[in-house]
């Protein structure tokens, strides 16, 4: 009788375990559920007086901004915007202040040679891809353009080594161009705060172009790159800190 008294408190006792189980169960679903349901879907469109009230803000803070990659002329600007690739604007700027020194134009470049250019510039990744590049650009300025940068985007960008990107920052840094250059920065800014979502850099480059006032156009990417790359930051964004917080769409902000 004893053995058998055991058997059936370890059916009684298995059958709440069972139900305990398919109850906790149930809410853990609704759970997910919920957190579906209130993800936001869309974000507010900003109204032109809001844009113009956040880069207002933004010359107000730094009037006159000025991108960080060190350059003698429109030629050495070039060279150092192809050698940012995958790479920091510190570091760029650390091996091109002694190869600038040397090489601050198309010919005296080309009288470096790829060899001795690839040892100014081996602490930067890709250097020697980059170094090919920065060889046959050089070449190209002066058989095609008497050694000058030329001023037209597509012409920048049939020189070897340089995309849209690069264009967009020669022709605004070089020549005063109302161009938007979109970097990882930019294209954060725009999707984040909502300025201008876009799957690709160019969308947030067109979308940033149709909103953004003229009379912010000269210094407008400085200050979007400017501030993702110290207060909207990839993985901690600084909100408490931020001059647009206030405007900002992003539903995760910490303010």
Known sequence: MAKITR???VRKSSVPKKKAKAKAAKPARAAKTSLKAVKPTTIKAWTPAEIHEVFSRFRKANPEPKGELEHLNPFTL???VVLSAQATDAGVNKATRELFQVADTPQKMLDLGEERLRDYIK????YRTKAKNVIALSAKLLTDFGGEVPRTRAEIESLPGAGR???NVVLNMAFGEHTMAVDTHVFRVGNRTGLAPGK???EVELGLEKVIPAEFMLHAHHWLILHGRYTCLSRKPRCEVCLINDLCRWPEKTV
Do not use: D, E, N, S
């Open 78 to 80: 070039l060279v150092a």
């Open 165 to 167: 990107k690069t264009a």
């Open 200 to 202: 690709t850099p160019l």
């Open 123 to 126: 602490t930067i990744g890709l």
């Open 7 to 9: 058997k059936a408190a």
